[in-house]
C-alpha cells in the first residue's frame, strides 16, 4: 500500500544494513521522498564542509552522490546503513572533483606559462585567509584532498592513497606538501 501524505503511518527513513529495506523504499515514491529529505542535510553537511564551504559545489556533489545511489541501489551490500552508504558515494565523488579540479589546474598552468613564458606559480595568495576553508579552498585541489581526507574523515595514508589512486609514497608527499601549503594560507604568509 502506498503513503499518502496525510497518512499517519510514515515510511522508513532510517534504512539500516537491510537490502530488502533500500529495495522497498526505491519501490515507493513516498518513502523514497521521506528517506530522501531525511538524510540529504546530512549528505549536504558532509560535502559542504570539505568542499570549502561552497554551497554551489555542495549541492552538485550531493545530487552526484544520490544519483550515483540510485544507480547502483543492486550493489548495496548492507554492511552500513544506507545513509553510511550515501555519504562514502559522495566521498567518492568529492574526489573525483579533486581530480579533476586539480588536472584542470594543471592544464591552465601549462597554458599559462607557455603564454607568459616562464613557469611561476600560478594564482599566489595576495591576501591573508580568515578561516580554515578560505586557507583550503585556495589550496591545490589534490592537497586540499589528501589533507580532508586524512584529517577531515580520518583516513589513513593507505586508505586515501586508494582514494585518489596513488602510491602510498606520493600520498604522504602531497599530505606534507599540503600540510606546508595549508600553513602557509592560514597564516597568510606568500610563498
Known amino acids: ?4 501524505a496525510d497518512s499517519r503511518v510514515r515510511p522508513p527513513t532510517t534504512i539500516t544494513g537491510d537490502r530488502s529495506e533500500l529495495a522497498a523504499v526505491f519501490a515507493d515514491e513516498a518513502a523514497f521522498r521521506a528517506w530522501y529529505e531525511e538524510i540529504l542535510p546530512k549528505v549536504y553537511g558532509y560535502l559542504f564542509h570539505r568542499c570549502g564551504r561552497n554551497p554551489e559545489l555542495a549541492e552538485e556533489l550531493t545530487q552526484q552522490a544520490f544519483v550515483g545511489a540510485v544507480r547502483s541501489r543492486d550493489r548495496f551490500r548492507g554492511q552500513a546503513d544506507a545513509t553510511t552508504w550515501v555519504i562514502g558515494i559522495a566521498r567518492h565523488k568529492l574526489v573525483d572533483h579533486f581530480r579533476r579540479t586539480e588536472r584542470d589546474t594543471r592544464r591552465l598552468t601549462a597554458l599559462s606559462a607557455r603564454e607568459l613564458g ?3 606559480p600560478a594564482g599566489s595568495r595576495s591576501t591573508a585567509p580568515d578561516d580554515i576553508d578560505d586557507a583550503l579552498a585556495d589550496m591545490p585541489a589534490l592537497q586540499r584532498a589528501v589533507l580532508v581526507l586524512h584529517y577531515m574523515d580520518q583516513l589513513s595514508v593507505r586508505e586515501v592513497a586508494r582514494s585518489i589512486g596513488k602510491s602510498e609514497a606520493a600520498t604522504a608527499s602531497l599530505l606534507a ?3 606546508d601549503a595549508f600553513r602557509r594560507a592560514y597564516q597568510g604568509t606568500d610563498r
Request: aromatic content about 10%.
Open 177 to 179: 606538501r599540503g600540510r
Open 118 to 120: 616562464h613557469s611561476g
Open 1 to 4: 500500500m502506498p503513503f499518502e
